[in-house]
C-alpha cells in the first residue's frame, strides 16, 4: 500500500505545477539542496577517511539510499546546464560538488546509473563528445582518492564477493519466482519463504532482497506484477518523447525533460544490481522529477523565453 500512496506524489507535481515560474524555481531548489547535502557528505569525509565501512551517507541513514539522490539531482542539473541557452555557472559548479559525493559514497550501482544518464544526456546534446569519455575516466582514475579507484577496479572483477553475491540472490529469486509465477508470493515473502529453499551461501538468509528490481518484482508479484511496472516506463517514455516534440518547449523545459529522462534511465540501469525501487526516499524524488517534467504549464507569471 505505502508504495501506490508514493505514486500519488507524481500526480500532485504533474497536476499543481501550473507555470514555468514555478517549474523553474522548483528546479533551482532541487540543485541547491543537491549541493547542501553534498557539503554534509564532504564534512564526513573530512572527519572520516572514507571506506567500504565508512562510506557517505550525507544527511540518509545508509549511503545507498544517498547516493541515489545525488544520482538523480546531478542527473537533473546536467540536464539544465547543457541545454538551456544561458549557461549558469552556478549549476555547472553544483553538478562538481553532487558526482565528487557521488564518488565518495563509493555506491557503483549508483555510478552506473549516473554514467548511463550522463550518455543519454550526451547523445541527445552532441554525440561527438562521447569521444572524450575514455579521456574522462583515464582522468578519474588517476586524480580520484584510492578508496575510489579500488571501487572502480572492482567493476571488472567477477570473483568479486558483492557480485558473486548477487548471483546466488538472483538465482535464489528465480527459483521462488517458478514456484509463483503469476502473482507472486507477496511483498516480504521471502521473509517467510526463505527456509524451504537450497540457500548453501546463506545470502538469501542474510539480505531476504534479490538486489534487482525486475527479479524482486517477478518474486513478490509474479508476471502481472512485473508487466504492470513495466507499462509504466513504457508509457512515460512516450510522455516524454510527445514533451520534446512540442514546438513550444523552451530550453529550461528541454533540459528538465531530458534531465528526467536521464534521470529514470540511470534509476534503471542502477536497479539491475540494486532494488532501489523498494528504496522510499529515492522513489519519492523519482516520483516528483518525472511529475515535474511531464507538468503541463502556462507560460504566465512573468517568464519570458528568452528571459528564462
Request: proline share 2%.
Amino acid at each position: 500500500m505505502k508504495k501506490l500512496i508514493q505514486l500519488i506524489i507524481f500526480f500532485w507535481v504533474a497536476n499543481t505545477v501550473t507555470n514555468e515560474k514555478q517549474k523553474d524555481l522548483l528546479i533551482k531548489l532541487l540543485i541547491i539542496s543537491g549541493v547542501i547535502v553534498s557539503i554534509v557528505g564532504f564534512s564526513q569525509a573530512w572527519s572520516t577517511a572514507v571506506t567500504l565501512q565508512t562510506r557517505v551517507a550525507g544527511t540518509m541513514s545508509v549511503y545507498m539510499t544517498f547516493a541515489g539522490l545525488l544520482m538523480l539531482v546531478g542527473l537533473i542539473a546536467l540536464g539544465r546546464y547543457l541545454f538551456n541557452d544561458t549557461k549558469e555557472k552556478w549549476v555547472m559548479v553544483a553538478i562538481g560538488l553532487i558526482i565528487f559525493c557521488l564518488l565518495l559514497t563509493l555506491t557503483r550501482q549508483a555510478w552506473l546509473g549516473f554514467f548511463v544518464g550522463f550518455l543519454v544526456l550526451i547523445i541527445f546534446w552532441n554525440k561527438k563528445y562521447l569521444l572524450a569519455i575514455p579521456v574522462a575516466m583515464i582522468g578519474l582514475l588517476l586524480f580520484a582518492p584510492e578508496s575510489v579507484k579500488d571501487r572502480i577496479f572492482s567493476l571488472t572483477d567477477l570473483n568479486d564477493w558483492t557480485f558473486q553475491a548477487r548471483i546466488f540472490l538472483w538465482q535464489g529469486g528465480l527459483k521462488i519466482f517458478q514456484d509463483y509465477p503469476i502473482t507472486g508470493c507477496g511483498f516480504k515473502c521471502v521473509d517467510v519463504l526463505h527456509t524451504q529453499y537450497p540457500d548453501p551461501s546463506g545470502y538469501i538468509a542474510r539480505h531476504r532482497g534479490m538486489h534487482n528490481n525486475i527479479i524482486q518484482l517477478l518474486v513478490d508479484t509474479g508476471i502481472l506484477g512485473l508487466g504492470t511496472w513495466l507499462s509504466i516506463w513504457v508509457a512515460y517514455f512516450l510522455s516524454i518523447y510527445k514533451q520534446l516534440n512540442k514546438k513550444t518547449i523552451n530550453s529550461i523545459s528541454k533540459g528538465l525533460v531530458l534531465g528526467s529522462l536521464a534521470a529514470v534511465t540511470g534509476f534503471l540501469a542502477g536497479g539491475m544490481f540494486e532494488t532501489n525501487f523498494y528504496d522510499s526516499e529515492v522513489v519519492m524524488l523519482l516520483y516528483f522529477i518525472m511529475g515535474l517534467a511531464l507538468a503541463e504549464t502556462s507560460k504566465k507569471v512573468g517568464y519570458k523565453n528568452d528571459q528564462l
